[in-house]
Structures are given as structure tokens and as C-alpha cells.
């Protein structure tokens, strides 16, 4: 098996995490406001990773350099815009809104692709992609239309963030190790959201989240959040997108949200319409195609460093 081959199955493993534990997620931010719950997440985690660096690749933290701390700044900043524009958004719009918007990232990365690591967009990259957004139209939209409201502009703003988080990890990934470059990223969105939650919730939620920490949901929300989806989800990203195009990268999470119906359907007591089931067939085969086509030369991956 190659190793393009095994990038794509490691980060299918990723949306899979992200979409089962969903539901785990949303039932947290529910008692702990999101900006607080993000700060708890992303601080705990770069704390995991700078832990197992510590412990097993000590030798990586010798090819930290200024340039490394700034590129994690730049792919922090666009994770964390990505979460708060999402959270923003769903004050204002609908959940199915939110869902379909932020997925419009996977036709947003190929076009960064091209820009940024000058990746040629085939035309099964093209057709996938549009082929995912159909999918998430119908999964979303099940018995119902697609209608703008004031929230979705916010939306879009965390699509665009995400696909370039997705993007931009192309480009710096090949230049450094995954672990400290996520450990960077991760550090910096958790500081981001720590300024966010007391600017825009003050200092209460922070100062009492000692207390809410220790309630059993709440818990197993944050040790699932700070490992698996976070820590090791980004880690596996980062390492992967040494090996695979941003454009497979984004058609892959687009596999998210089945994984998040089919974890509803087990435990949620939720049901499966026609329109959806044929939604997730659509996201299914577009990842099936982008992962079996032909992959066009990653000339961005392969060149050295270019700044």
C-alpha cells in the first residue's frame, strides 16, 4: 500500500472521529459556552502533544525555528477563525445552514490548491467535489430548501478559513516535523479562543469550568475532544498532507457528516430519509472516485522551501 494510499485511510480515520463524537461535543458546549470549551480543548491538547514530543521525539524540537512558530500562527489563526466564525454563525442560522455552508470547503480547496501549490485540478477532482457538496445538500436539507439568513455570511467565513487551514497545511507541511508544527497550531488556537472567551463571555465561564470539568459528561466530552479529535486528529493531518493533495484532503472530511448521521442513527434515535441516505451515497462515491483517480503531480509538495 502506498503511502498516498494510507494518508487518505489515516485521515478518513480523522472525519470518522470527528463525525462520531459529534453528538458528545454538542451536548458539552451546552453547559460550558463554545469560545470557553474550545480554550479547555486546544490548550489540553497542545499540552498532549508537547507531552509525547517530550517524551518520545525530543530530538524534533531541535528544528524549531521563528519560521515554524510563525507558520503555526498563520494555520492556528485560520483553525481557530474557522471554530469562531462557525460558533458566531449558529447564533443566527440554522444547523442545516451551518453544516452545508462549512462544507462548501471542499470546492474552496482546490481553487487554493492551484494558487498555492499550483496542484492541477483535474477533472475527477472537479467532479468529486461537486458531487460532495450535492451529497451534503441532501443530507442537510432533508424535506427542505436551502434559505440565506444573516448568520450564513459568518458561515461562509468559516468555510473559507477552514479551507484554507486545509490549504495552507499543503504547503508548510513537507517544510517540518508534524509533531511540534501541530503542537504549534494547536497552542495558538487555544490561546486565541482563551483572548476570545473573556472578551466576548468574560471571565466567568473560564473561572468556573474547574467545577464543571469534574461533572462525568462534561469529562469524557474534554478527554475525547483534547486526544482523539483534536491532538491526534491534527497530528495525523499534519503528517498525511505530506503524502496526499489538499483537494483529497477536503473531499475526505466532507465524510464528517455521515459518520455523524450514522453515530445519530446508533445512539441518537435518529431516522434516516431517502433524500439523506442518497446524500451520503453522494459523499461516499466522490470520495471513492477522488481517492481511485489518477493524481495529478503535487509539484508544491515536492518543491523545497520557498521562503
Given at each position: ?15 470518522m ?11 458539552a ?7 470557553a ?9 497542545a499540552?498532549?502533544l ?6 518520545f ?13 510563525g ?18 454563525g ?14 462548501l470547503?471542499?470546492v ?9 501549490l ?5 477533472r ?29 455570511g459568518?458561515?461562509l467565513?468559516?468555510?473559507?478559513a477552514?479551507a ?14 508534524a ?23 468574560g ?24 486526544g482523539?479529535?483534536?491532538a ?6 499534519t503528517?498525511?498532507?505530506?503524502y496526499?493533495t489538499p ?8 465524510t464528517?457528516?455521515?459518520?455523524a448521521?450514522?453515530?445519530?442513527l ?6 434516516l ?6 446524500g ?23 518543491q523545497?522551501?520557498?521562503?
Open positions: 500500500m502506498t503511502r498516498s494510499r494510507i494518508a487518505d485511510l489515516s485521515l478518513l480515520l480523522v472525519a472521529m470527528w463525525g462520531s463524537t459529534f453528538l458528545i461535543v454538542q451536548h458546549v451546552r453547559v460550558l459556552p463554545p469560545l470549551f474550545n480554550s479547555i480543548r486546544f490548550t489540553g491538547a499540552l498532549l508537547a507531552l509525547i514530543t517530550a517524551v521525539y525530543r530530538h524534533e524540537w531541535k528544528k524549531l525555528s521563528w519560521r515554524m512558530v507558520h503555526s500562527l498563520l494555520l492556528g489563526l485560520f483553525l481557530f477563525m474557522g471554530y469562531g466564525f462557525q460558533t458566531m449558529l447564533l443566527y442560522t440554522t444547523t442545516s445552514n451551518t453544516g452545508f455552508i462549512t462544507g470547503s471542499v474552496l480547496v482546490p481553487f487554493l490548491s492551484l494558487a498555492l499550483k496542484h492541477a485540478i483535474s475527477y477532482t472537479w467532479f468529486s467535489a461537486i458531487l460532495a457538496v450535492a451529497g451534503l445538500y441532501l443530507l442537510t436539507f432533508t424535506g427542505s430548501v436551502f434559505s440565506l439568513n444573516k448568520g450564513d459568518l458561515i467565513l468559516c468555510a473559507v477552514f484554507l487551514q486545509v490549504a495552507y497545511t499543503g504547503v508548510y507541511a513537507p517544510r517540518y516535523p509533531l511540534p508544527l501541530a503542537t504549534l497550531q494547536l497552542a495558538f488556537v487555544g490561546l486565541f479562543s482563551i483572548a476570545a472567551s473573556l472578551l466576548v463571555d471571565t466567568a465561564p473560564l473561572a468556573h469550568s474547574g467545577a464543571l470539568i469534574l461533572k462525568p459528561d462534561m469529562l469524557w466530552a474534554l478527554l475525547i475532544s483534547i482523539p479529535t483534536s491526534f486528529a491534527f497530528w495525523i493531518q503528517a498525511c498532507q505530506k496526499t483537494s483529497r484532503v477536503a473531499i475526505i472530511y466532507a464528517e457528516p455521515v459518520f448521521v450514522l453515530t445519530g446508533a445512539f441518537g434515535g435518529e431516522t430519509g431517502i433524500s439523506a441516505g442518497f451520503c451515497l453522494c459523499i461516499l462515491a466522490a470520495m471513492l472516485m477522488a481517492e481511485l483517480s489518477p493524481e495529478p503531480a503535487r509539484n508544491g509538495v515536492l523545497q522551501d520557498r521562503n
